[in-house]
């Protein structure tokens, strides 16, 4: 069982007999993720001026144009080092050196999550073309169940942490209709690496009522589209809202008062 909070969903075994367990079929690089690059960089950065706790560091502006970096991967980046309790960051104000930031644990490569943009990114490609198959199998009992998880969300939207699980309901519903395990097993654990301590920190920093409001109203046009069996409109409508998802993590300014 895949779950998440109070919420369970089917996983299918991975059908490995037992001595190929816990071996990869194919030994896939894990080289460092681009906001633990960048991440790398500010620490330079803060080495070469000699930063102090406190010490406020340049704008995000600033930042992302001298190490010619996106503002998403810098956004990234800042929040693991906030983290890893290497920086602190203030809205509206900056971000400073954290006190006892020298000391704190850096993460290896092993233990790197994915970074909420690229898994946004991944999530957007993918559960679009399942919203597009879950429309070709639609039953009032399918419609009904995404009418109650929408209801609820609508009445969580100031408790974080059951609006993330009933977004990840939601999500895992669509995939379910498609009848195909494998894509519900995906989307289901997928959805667990939004609960990492990165992920976690950038919905500290970036969500709240009004985007979780914005999100059920994006879920509501997921919804329809399904609904009416239109499977085109349910793959626009499932891309808008993770396009849209991703913009509402990187279209305020982190750290900058204006």
């Known amino acids: 069982m895949v779950q998440i909070g109070q919420t369970s969903w089917p996983r299918r075994g991975s059908g490995?007999?037992?001595?190929?367990?816990?071996?990869?079929?194919?030994?896939?690089?894990?080289?460092?993720?681009?906001?633990?690059?960048?991440?790398?960089?500010?620490?330079?950065?803060?080495?070469?001026?000699?930063?102090?706790?406190?010490?406020?560091?340049?704008s995000e502006r600033d930042l992302a144009e001298q190490m010619s970096v996106s503002r998403p991967s810098l956004r990234e980046a800042l929040i693991a080092l906030e983290v890893e309790g290497r920086v602190e960051i203030r809205m509206g104000s900056g971000v400073y050196v954290a006190a006892g930031g020298a000391e704190a644990a850096r993460l290896e490569p092993g233990d790197e999550v994915d970074g909420p943009v690229e898994l946004l990114q991944a999530r957007c490609l993918l559960e679009s073309?399942?919203?597009?198959?879950?429309?070709?199998?639609?039953?009032?009992?399918?419609?009904?169940?995404?009418?109650?998880?929408?209801?609820?969300?609508s009445d969580?939207?100031?408790?974080?942490?059951?609006?993330?699980?009933?977004?990840?309901?939601?999500?895992?519903?669509?995939?379910?209709?498609?009848?195909?395990?494998?894509?519900?097993?995906?989307?289901?654990?997928?959805?667990?690496?939004?609960l990492t301590p990165i992920f976690a920190r950038f919905s500290t920093h970036f969500e709240g009522p009004r985007t979780w409001r914005l999100a059920i109203a994006e879920h509501g046009?997921?919804?329809?589209?399904?609904?009416?069996?239109?499977?085109?409109?349910?793959?626009?409508?499932?891309?808008?809202?993770?396009?849209?998802?991703?913009?509402r993590f990187t279209e305020s300014l982190l750290a900058e008062p204006g």
């Open 221 to 247: 046009a997921i919804r329809d589209a399904i609904a009416e069996a239109d499977p085109a409109g349910a793959h626009e409508a499932m891309r808008h809202h993770l396009t849209q998802s991703q913009r």
């Open 16 to 58: 490995a007999s037992p001595d190929q367990e816990g071996q990869l079929l194919f030994n896939v690089s894990r080289p460092h993720r681009q906001y633990r690059l960048v991440a790398d960089q500010i620490l330079g950065l803060i080495a070469s001026r000699n930063l102090q706790p406190g010490d406020r560091l340049p």
């Open 156 to 194: 969580a939207v100031h408790d974080r942490a059951l609006a993330i699980q009933l977004d990840g309901s939601f999500h895992v519903e669509i995939a379910q209709a498609t009848g195909n395990s494998v894509l519900a097993s995906f989307v289901a654990t997928t959805f667990e690496r939004r």
């Open 129 to 153: 073309a399942i919203a597009e198959e879950a429309a070709r199998h639609v039953t009032p009992e399918f419609i009904a169940r995404l009418d109650a998880c929408l209801l609820r969300m």
